[in-house]
């Protein structure tokens, strides 16, 4: 069974442990951290989200996925001009233009 699975039946320390060994299988990977991220947001552990979500930005910061999720997270926690920057750079980088927010 994997982290995910594990997060979905509300089985949060062994998703946390799951996603843990994953992330350090595959250094290189956001998907844990993304994850991560959302089982700490959904814990209500702010730090905990941030922290993973900043590290999946940086693993792989032109994926749509992971930094609208980061974007979401900023847009409910964070100062909203941050989220409409990410968001406007998730677009910018998939579809090649910033102009569709204005």
Partial sequence: MNG?????????????????????????SPLPHSSMAAIYSALGDRDGAARHYHTAVQLAPRRP????????????????VCSNHLIGCVIYGYYGTYSLLH
Avoid: I
């Fill in 4 to 28: 995910v699975v594990f997060s979905k039946q509300d089985r949060y320390d062994e998703a946390l442990n799951c996603l843990l060994t994953a992330s350090e299988c595959d250094r290189s």
């Fill in 65 to 80: 996925n992971v930094l609208l999720n980061y974007a979401m997270f900023l847009h409910k926690h964070g100062p909203p």
